[in-house]
């Protein structure tokens, strides 16, 4: 059984988080993954817009939402206060804090576990 | 100084057409400490901004915080985005159903963008940013007075701080003496709206 | 004037590299950077020929090399072991060092503090 | 136990063989503990080096090592490319010119190959790798034989297991029970040289 936490990702590049989508559905394929990237135009940057759908695409009711960089940050905070999901903002290294959280919730860790390898990959 | 819909409109309106006729210059300040996108990401809003009060101009005071808010929010791919977004809502949020504005209430709701800005980017002034203009504007504001040199002195200052916020406080030492550009935009906001009020009156 | 280090990376994806790649040249349009992502036929990997090709293609002699995974790092390994270049390998966040080391050179900025900006970063 | 071209020859062609017939199996270890690819990886050294040998077999001795090396080196996408090939290139070193090995000379090679994991890898056995099938075979082998059963007891003790290297690591105490996919293919790799080979002579 896989948990029932999703994960939502935001870059600046539509590129980057298609990149780390095809790298983690190899090792978590039943997890709910959604990710925005770029701006709606497909130009480097965020849009409020593609993060809402994002969070609101996942079946998820409860999200771990990472990012590249403070101003996507910002976006998906503004998007979590508006939304109705538990949203958890984590400020870990990109690829590796998505990697490593999608890889545990496959197995369905616990969510300490989860929490303390993410502590060890806290670099914002 | 009374704030009405007009002069707010006035004031968003100018700031607008500033920041487009600024494009270049204001991405020229990003390049140096940053990305290089904050004339076009604050272009982008402004043009929006215009092109929809072309077609419906604000009917409420609070419409113009809003609709710039909205704009700001969903049209700016950059941290601009979020922040002048978020201040320019809270703003909205502190002017209420009110049609028009005391200075008192002209400075509630420019300290309000202000303390906006500061949740959204866990900011705080002396960290070379926007906030370091936002703060001696609002400081000149609650003596019912704005002015180019206080915002000039304000900018000059910045330029000399160090930044510790933004894509920016990767440079560290190197950041200081270049001119932020989200304090650069900030300015053309104020600048626009001395052009608009009148200060020194009542 | 910018450093004369130039920087290499290596992903598992061409597309998370790609984007990098476009989100710094924004902040260092003028550092040399070079980069190898996925297999040969584009899939989910490294290959140990394009990761060469990256150092070899990259105009500076002393490089700053950056991975996302652990296999990633041992290709890089196998090609800085060959090549005549001096090729640092970094164990830091992947998207955020890149970034942070890429914006430093472009400003010239002082070696020590380009690696104790790294540093913080190590989380590999 | 002489160790010549021809036995090195059908011991790396059984080990392909076995690699591409147990390509399912060994991903889908992979599927449990990693990403699923260990098969395809370790597929596509194995069926370039035996199409490289349809049309044109190895030379020499150490060419049977050399060349297993760049296939897997080149061809083999994931972390078994590099550690595999690293070990088959140090065999190949550790064999030099020589046209054939006595047991002895097989011992050092293998510990070379074995001693090039860990190098590359930067691990140890005790961390649920291929090293953890790699050791008790060198045990094996220097008293010049090498089972089955050792094999076997070696992978089921590898299982036991908590991966502290490699993609697996990312699990922790989930990694506990399951086969590492490396193990198991390099348990593949002492089984041909046992078919290939003839352990107890001398
Ligand atoms: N955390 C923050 N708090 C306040 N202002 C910030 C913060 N981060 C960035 N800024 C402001 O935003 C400006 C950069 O805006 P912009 O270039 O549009 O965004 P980005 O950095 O995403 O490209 C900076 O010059 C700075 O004034
Ligand atoms: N640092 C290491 N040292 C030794 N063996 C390792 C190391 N990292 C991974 N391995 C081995 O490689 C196997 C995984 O290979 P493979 O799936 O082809 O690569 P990847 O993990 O890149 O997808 C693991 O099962 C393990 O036996
Ligand atoms: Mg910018
Ligand atoms: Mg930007
Ligand atoms: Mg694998
Ligand atoms: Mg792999």
Chains 1, 3 share one sequence.
């Not at chain 2, 996108?37 to 092109?51: C, K, S, V």
């Not at chain 2, 800005?117 to 203009?133: F, H, N, P, V, Y």
Request: proline share 2%; with cysteine.
């Amino acid at each position: 059984m896989v948990t029932n936490i999703g994960i939502v990702m935001v870059s600046h590049s539509k590129d980057i988080v298609k990149g780390i989508n095809d790298l983690i559905q190899q090792v978590a394929p039943n997890v709910s993954i959604t990710y925005a990237g770029g701006t709606v135009n497909g130009d480097i940057g965020t849009s409020f817009e593609t993060v809402q759908q994002a969070i609101e695409e996942n079946t998820c009711h409860q999200l771990f939402a990472f990012y590249d960089l403070g101003s996507a940050k910002m976006n998906l905070e503004m998007a979590a206060e508006l939304s109705e999901k538990e949203i958890e903002i984590l400020d870990v290294s990109f690829i590796e804090g998505v990697y490593c959280t999608a890889a545990l919730f496959e197995m369905n860790a616990d969510l300490t576990v989860v929490i303390s390898e993410l502590e060890q990959l806290m670099v914002k | 100084m009374i704030v009405t819909k007009d002069l707010t409109h006035k004031w968003f309106t100018l700031f607008a057409e500033k920041v487009i006729q600024e494009k270049e210059q204001l991405s020229e300040y990003d390049r140096i400490i940053g990305d290089g996108d904050h004339g076009m990401n604050m272009a982008r809003g402004a043009q929006q901004l215009i092109t929809l009060w072309q077609a419906v101009p604000p009917v409420h005071l609070s419409d113009v915080f809003k609709q710039a808010a909205m704009k700001w929010i969903s049209g700016v791919g950059g941290a601009s985005g979020p922040l002048y977004g978020t201040a320019f809502l809270e703003m909205a949020k502190a002017v209420g159903a009110k049609e028009e504005l005391s200075n008192d209430e002209l400075v509630t709701a420019v300290k309000a963008g202000f303390e906006g800005i500061k949740k959204r980017g866990k900011s705080d002034i002396g960290q070379k940013t926007m906030l370091d203009l936002w703060a001696p504007a609002v400081q000149d504001l609650e003596k019912d007075e704005l002015t180019m040199a206080t915002l000039q002195t304000a900018l000059t200052k910045t330029n000399e701080l160090k930044a510790t916020k933004g894509r920016a406080s990767f440079l560290g030492d190197r950041s200081i003496n270049e001119v932020d550009p989200g304090a650069a935009s900030s300015k053309l906001f104020f600048e626009a709206l001395i052009e608009a009020g009148e200060f020194g009156g009542n």
